[in-house]
């Protein structure tokens, strides 16, 4: 079965001021959605892949034929990176998250403070094209990474909590070169229900 793309939870102008609605409608059907035809037409090759979740897929890219494993790599981390942007945001969003992650974020980071100064500094560090994420390792304790391109934490036996998109496109049209004032923003957006749904699902 060929993957979908998932509706936006919201109106493309929701997101405004702090993204565009222009930028969010370019991300999503142009950005997103070609990620996704690329993952299908790639997949459509081996049918014996048909029944394999996406977080399988990129779990278990040792297992995928040589042949389209870079794809999957890059556009089946495009398809689930963005799924996971586009989930964590909403209009109405922003402030603090409540228990039990704001004690996991204090317990990991000091405070909700020093949280957001590192996660900020890990996306303008992130050199070239990437995203920063809040993940659980394996011990369930919080980790403030980054990775490259389309890269996704579950191929280095993480779990995802929070994404922020640090590729040019995701900012470029309202911001331009100011990736820090994209971020500072971005808090506005964030959807600290979803990350607490996320959190529980895996704690």
């Known amino acids: 079965m060929a993957f979908e793309l998932p509706p936006l939870p919201y109106q493309m102008s929701d997101l405004e001021p702090f993204i565009d609605a222009q930028t969010v409608e370019i991300h999503y059907t142009k950005h997103h959605a070609t990620y996704l035809k690329n993952l299908n037409t790639a997949l459509d090759k081996f049918p014996e892949l048909g029944n394999w979740s996406i977080e399988s897929l990129l779990k278990g890219l040792d297992q995928i034929p040589e042949e389209i494993r870079v794809t999957v790599r890059n556009n089946g981390g495009g398809y689930y990176n963005h799924n996971l942007y586009w989930t964590n945001m909403g209009s109405k969003c922003g402030g603090e998250p409540t228990e039990p992650v704001s004690k996991a974020i204090t317990d990991a980071f000091g405070d909700f403070t020093a949280f957001k100064a590192e996660f900020e500094k890990a996306g303008l560090g992130r050199l070239g094209s990437g995203y920063a994420w809040l993940s ?12 490259l391109n389309q890269d996704s934490p579950l191929m280095d036996g993480l779990t995802p909590l929070l994404v922020t ?10 911001y331009q070169n100011r990736r820090a004032e994209y971020l500072a923003n971005w808090w506005n957006l964030v959807n600290w229900k979803e990350v607490e749904r996320r959190y529980e699902a895996h704690v």
Do not use: F, R
């Open 165 to 174: 998109d640090v590729w040019e496109h995701a900012y470029y049209l309202k």
């Open 136 to 147: 659980l390792k394996p011990d369930h304790s919080l980790i403030i990474h980054t990775t």
